[in-house]
């Protein structure tokens, strides 16, 4: 099995650019520095989420801090596009909604630019190239997909981690990703930028365990820190699900940027469920089997595809990939 | 053996269900409700799979459509008559002059704690029953449902057909308080019919089995052609189980709630299969109250094995 890629540092010139939509969140501070060693990381924008917009932010520019990262930050929205109480993920993820490690206080500051326009400048500015990972709640691109109609143009792909094809967490069927701005996620869904998608169903079982948490914390000081941010994870699933192990949701949307024998995708429908149910923020997905060619009259016509779903996932070489990455920090 | 009565939608495999429970329970009636197909196809097979098997239980025919919405068939799975790809023979009786809905009040007070419901097309029926006399709640023993899904549907994308049909029914019959067992589509779709049983139905001595094959042929050729299966589902007749031998079955019990207003869910039957949760959770939305033991696996040969006997012990 072949094991990490070294990329040299200094010369980015060839690797895919991307741009990181994110709530950290755990599981995004490790997906954030997997992206920073593999891929040409342009930029990271905030959203409301496993925190309030405010500490999301914040620890987004700890774990900037950590490693010394210098990639602009910009802030995003604080709730969802349609409006109601944020649900934030306290109890997975802590008050901050990172807590479990003693982390730097940020020397950098945010950008002056809201999330969206600096998601638009981005696309506009490498037209054809950027990658948009979005890995939270789909707030901001949402908005930028409808305050410039040539977005969706720009954008080389949008890879997503949010809703489920399966069990959901924060209802039966959602996923909080989705359920927290369903309207949003529709945007996107439908928005005809070539998306690649894995749900909450296939990342819970991408799990870091004990063993992982003991290599990273028998690391240096950066892979410490996060040893001890996906042990907080772990205690927390162990206790609210019963899962033994810290899921790394977020990666899963990165790892195929960097290594296409991990998981592949295929085209499925997906549709967002936006009425006011015991559905709501469901993503629906049509995996009915249907042969191609069959013609079924409605309502058993199969719909037509909009995603690549993420199948076949080798859990144990994601976790290696991404351990084996935060190792490299120190 | 337990006492059921079997609300159906023959249907091919509605067929096999009743067939089933003939040999395996006291089955002590037979009513139909529009589904597969019309209500007068669905009652006209229902009659003809008795005289194909000898079979002179009742048959009470029933609602024509759903509470609400328009009906909704199945010809592209079923055939036309709702029993396509055999010659059956003409019914020899007609149905009994009470309607479903009294003829199961009838039942069900009759054999008061004893009945077990077995409703295995849309629950138009049920539901019109338990809003005419709320007592049905308190003297059915259980009513066992094939209908819904943990996972996929096959009329759309969420939704099981049964439920599908007709949703507002679904949702009264899961709120009725009576014990509820759900075999859905998650179960039932991987639990059919292989080539190997319809030719071992069709080389037996029963005349029956001999027809039987026939429909089941049809039904099997159709699964092949729109879902790529290879086993044709026999989804009804594992909503017999439970009472016939139920630990062929795996259960979890949990909250169904069936879903009426989702743009693309409606008729969704939502099963919260999350499992531990820790309460005060934040975000996390809690359990609901759990109102059935909704099936998740089974020992599909072992299953199919059991009916296949069933079938070629006919005349």
Request: charged letters at 20%; one cysteine or more.
């Amino acid at each position: 099995m072949s094991r990490l890629f070294v990329v040299n540092q200094s010369s980015r010139a060839g690797m895919t650019k991307i741009l990181i939509d994110c709530d950290p969140g755990h599981d995004d501070a490790v997906a954030i520095l997997y992206a920073a060693r593999h891929l040409d990381l342009v930029g990271i924008t905030t959203v409301f989420g496993n925190a309030s917009v405010e500490n999301t932010t914040r620890n987004a520019l700890a774990i900037c801090e950590l490693v010394g990262l210098d990639v602009p930050v910009a802030k995003g929205f604080a709730g969802p596009f349609v409006g109601g109480e944020p649900p934030f993920a306290a109890a997975a993820h802590g008050k901050t909604g990172m807590d479990g490690a003693e982390l730097p206080e940020p020397t950098r500051k945010i950008i002056d630019a809201h999330a969206t326009e600096f998601i638009i400048e981005t696309a506009r500015a490498h037209q054809g190239e950027l990658v948009l990972a979005i890995i939270g709640a789909q707030t901001n691109v949402a908005v930028a997909l409808r305050l410039e109609p040539r977005l969706r143009q720009w954008l080389r792909a949008i890879t997503i981690m949010g809703g489920t094809a399966g069990v959901g967490n924060v209802t039966p069927t959602a996923c909080i990703n989705v359920y927290s701005d369903p309207e949003a996620a529709h945007v996107v869904f439908s928005s005809g930028v070539p998306i690649d998608w894995i749900g909450y169903e296939t990342t819970r079982t991408v799990l870091m365990g004990a063993g992982d948490v003991a290599r990273l914390r028998a690391g240096g000081k950066v892979a410490r820190a996060i040893g001890d941010l996906v042990e907080f994870y772990r205690q927390n699933y162990i206790r609210i699900y019963g899962i033994d192990g810290a899921p790394m949701h977020d990666s899963c949307a990165i790892i195929p940027f960097v290594r296409s024998d991990l998981m592949r995708h295929v085209p499925v429908a997906l549709r967002v469920e936006l009425a006011p149910g015991a559905a709501r923020g469901m993503t629906l997905v049509d995996r009915r089997g249907i042969q191609p060619g069959v013609t079924l009259p409605p309502p058993r016509t199969p719909l037509p595809a909009n995603v690549g779903m993420a199948v076949d996932v080798e859990i144990r070489g994601v976790i290696d990939a991404l351990v084996d990455t935060l190792l490299t920090y120190d | 053996m337990t006492k059921i009565l079997i609300d159906c939608d023959p249907g091919h495999d509605d067929a096999i269900a009743i067939l089933f429970a003939a040999r395996r329970c006291e089955l002590v009636g037979i009513t139909t409700v529009h589904g597969n197909a019309s209500l007068a196809n669905t009652t006209r097979n229902a009659l003809a799979v008795c005289a194909l098997a000898g079979l002179d239980t009742k048959v009470a025919q029933g609602c024509a459509a759903p509470l609400v919405s328009p009906a909704v068939h199945a010809p592209d799975i079923h055939g036309r008559t709702g029993l396509d790809g055999a010659t059956m023979p003409a019914p020899t009786r007609e149905p009994i002059a009470t309607h479903a809905i009294d003829f199961i009040l009838e039942q069900a007070e009759r054999h008061k704690g004893e009945l077990v419901l077995a409703v295995i097309g849309p629950e138009t029926n049920v539901a019109a029953a338990l809003r005419r006399e709320p007592k049905l709640a308190t003297w059915l023993k259980a009513i066992t449902i094939m209908g819904g899904s943990t996972t996929i549907g096959n009329i759309t994308p969420a939704a099981e057909f049964n439920i599908y049909a007709d949703p507002e029914a679904a949702a009264v019959v899961f709120a009725s308080g009576v014990p509820i067992w759900m075999v859905g589509y998650n179960v039932t779709r991987q639990t059919g019919f292989g080539q190997a049983d319809i030719d071992r139905m069709r080389n037996s001595a029963s005349r029956t089995a001999k027809t039987i094959a026939d429909l089941m042929q049809f039904y099997l050729d159709g699964q092949r052609r729109v879902f790529g299966l290879d086993i044709a589902p026999m989804h009804d007749v594992c909503a017999i189980f439970p009472f016939v031998a139920p630990e062929l079955i795996t259960y979890v019990e949990t909250s169904v709630d069936v879903e009426l207003t989702g743009t693309y869910t409606r008729g969704m039957t939502i099963c919260d299969l999350r499992g531990k949760r820790a309460t005060g959770a934040g975000a996390i939305r809690d359990a609901a109250r759990p109102n059935a033991k909704v099936a998740i696996s089974s020992n599909a040969r072992a299953l199919i094995d059991q009916v296949v006997e069933a079938i070629v012990a006919y005349p």
